[in-house]
């Protein structure tokens, strides 16, 4: 019986010292998904990817990747991921034909075998001509080609990523996602990353929210989008607290104040436009309407900017 | 278990195996040993590689001790005399094995200090995360440490033979294998200090207060002579590896290996044993240390 689940995650708590990292968190990522961990540094995101990618160990809860136990059979699991760190994990003394040997090694590949699937990840990765190259003179982008050629080389079923696109550029943000995109539909791999790019985690099927250690909220983009309901208004207002509560008492909605701005949601956001303005005129600056981002649906869902919970996030 | 028979080993693909959950333990049982052999070789064989694009560490490992060895040879030999002599063995002789065990000390700092690059720069949490048990990431960093000290004290030794000491050839060629055990050990005891530190001024700290103590005093500076410093001398494990080497140079040689101040220095059976035991010791202890799955791993 094939498991249908990649990764089964259930009341994981996690913490350093005293200090909480995660709390009582529990998800499941199917089998060829790209799975997106969304949230403010410090939301507990970072910990989760290390637990994961086994290089710390379960305190508490139960991990099960590929149908195995995390904790109990690390080694097994091990030779099933690919794990590609925030902090690049090539060896800058050695070339990239190099890194790959020495990563072949570390997964008991070697002879035919090694030689075709190095010759098949530097083509894929378009790496051919720079071989022999020593890390040290490749760019980022060019860098992060080489880890994913690396964490891929010894055909994982499961990709972990930690903000993957730290430190590349908009080109090489968008050929990474190419990338990634090509693995799970030619090999079937499972995708999970980390990200506190809203944009970046728009391109998961799924993605799970994070803040202080939970998951706020799972789902798909467009369906956690849809979650905030229609169109998302925010007014720019000298007084923001009194004009909430005279929106909240003439048209009974619920509103909130974030950042100095009114918001709330309608379906019908033109409309209100209109209504806000010859009502409360004189007392509003601007008013726009937009379709909910993912940080409209990060503002529902905990009440904060995305940006300021980043700023009192406690550092990982 | 893995029900879907996935193996991955030894350069098998992926491929879906009618046998069900029980080929992935053989697979992966019969496979282990080549596997973490294979992953020994690779991370020592690294080792080398990045000594030889560094060139500057050859510099640092085999230049000083060889500076020493030429200036207090210089220096104190007109004034150096071994107790109980007879023999006429110059202060440049006497500071010979020390300054062996120098450069094997000096080599094997080096090449553990780049545990701490190794962690700082992320490479080593791709190792840590690889199906690999952790005795052989600890083994292939040890091995490539020994192997490059050992390859700068033949060096040495070459060049022992060519300035006219009384040492015998086989006896060159005994304590060529023998400051393997020394550098391994050594190598060893630096893994052990480095693998917690963050930092390498941390580690230099600690080569100031005890590596370079623990050299001077294990006899390859001056011989132990009497009182409390004799004493430490003795409880020095360094003391034997020094005495070794130094027993072994004059292999065969019996004018100086019967003299007085040799007679002083611990038998060769004692030596040898001493120094395997430190390097299991601190093989173990370096594998128990890399063993322990902390929040320290982390960058």
Not at chain 1, 61 to 70: C, N
Not at chain 2, 123 to 133: K, M, R, Y
């Amino acid at each position: 019986m094939v498991s249908a689940a990649a990764v089964v995650v259930s009341g994981l708590v996690y913490r350093y010292g005293q200090r909480l990292a995660l709390d009582d968190v529990s998800l499941s990522i199917d089998q060829g998904e790209v799975f997106a961990f969304l949230g403010p540094n410090g939301g507990g995101k970072t910990t989760l990817f290390r637990l994961l990618s086994t290089l710390i160990p379960v305190q508490s809860g139960e991990i099960e990747i590929l149908s195995l136990d995390a904790a109990r059979q690390a080694h097994q699991v091990r030779r099933r991921i690919g794990v590609v760190f925030q902090a690049p994990s090539l060896d800058r003394k050695l070339t990239v034909a190099e890194n790959l040997w020495q990563h072949a090694r570390l997964y008991g590949l070697s002879g035919k075998v090694f030689q075709e699937r190095r010759r098949e990840m530097l083509l894929r990765f378009g790496l051919a001509d720079r071989a022999g190259d020593l890390v040290e003179t490749l760019s980022g982008g060019l860098r992060r080609r080489v880890e994913l050629a690396k964490g891929l080389l010894h055909r994982p079923q499961l990709l972990l990523l930690d903000e993957p696109s730290t430190g590349l550029d908009p080109g090489a943000r968008a050929d990474l996602w190419e990338y990634l995109h090509r693995v799970r539909a030619e090999d079937g791999v499972t995708v999970v990353l980390t990200t506190h790019l809203l944009e970046e985690a728009d391109k998961a099927d799924r993605l799970a929210i994070m803040n202080a250690g939970r998951v706020v909220a799972l789902d798909t983009p467009e369906r956690l989008r849809s979650m905030v309901g229609g169109d998302t208004i925010s007014i720019e207002t000298p007084e923001p607290a009194a004009l909430a509560a005279s929106i909240r008492e003439r048209f009974g909605r619920e509103v909130t104040v974030v950042d100095g701005r009114v918001r709330f949601e309608q379906p019908d956001g033109p409309q209100w436009v209109a209504r806000l303005a010859t009502e409360f005129a004189g007392r509003i600056q601007s008013i726009t309407v937009g379709k909910p981002t993912l940080e409209d649906v990060f503002i529902a869902k905990t009440g904060h900017r995305f940006r300021e919970a980043e700023e009192v996030g406690v550092g990982e | 278990m893995a029900s879907d028979g996935v193996v991955l080993r030894e350069g098998v693909a992926l491929r879906p195996q009618p046998g069900g959950g029980s080929s992935d333990r053989d697979a992966h049982n019969s496979g282990s040993t080549i596997h973490s052999g294979s992953a020994v070789w690779s991370l020592c064989w690294r080792e080398m590689l990045r000594f030889v694009r560094q060139r500057n560490r050859i510099v640092g490992a085999i230049g000083q001790p060889v500076l020493f060895w030429a200036l207090f040879g210089a220096g104190l030999g007109p004034t150096f005399q071994l107790a109980g002599a007879g023999t006429d063995v110059s202060y440049r002789e006497y500071f010979f094995p020390g300054t062996l065990a120098l450069i094997l000390l000096f080599t094997a700092i080096f090449s553990t200090i780049s545990i701490i690059e190794d962690r700082r720069e992320g490479f080593l949490q791709s190792v840590l995360v690889a199906p690999i048990p952790r005795w052989s990431m600890v083994l292939g960093k040890v091995l490539g440490g020994t192997v490059l000290a050992v390859a700068q004290g033949w060096l040495f030794l070459a060049l022992g033979l060519t300035v006219g000491m009384k040492f015998s050839l086989p006896g060159v060629a005994a304590a060529g294998l023998f400051s393997f055990v020394v550098a391994f050990a050594l190598t060893a005891l630096g893994f052990v200090i480095a693998w917690r530190m963050d930092s390498t001024q941390g580690f230099h700290a600690i080569m100031s207060v005890f590596l370079l103590p623990m050299w001077l005093l294990s006899g390859a500076f001056f011989p132990a002579e009497s009182g409390w410093l004799s004493w430490v001398m003795w409880a020095n494990p360094l003391t034997y590896g020094v005495a070794g080497l130094r027993r072994l140079l004059y292999l065969g040689e019996n004018a100086v290996a019967g003299s007085g101040w040799m007679a002083a220095l611990p038998a060769l059976a004692v030596c040898l044993t001493v120094t395997f035991a430190f390097a299991v010791a601190t093989f173990a202890m370096s594998c128990w240390i890399a063993n322990k799955r902390t929040t320290g791993d982390l960058l």
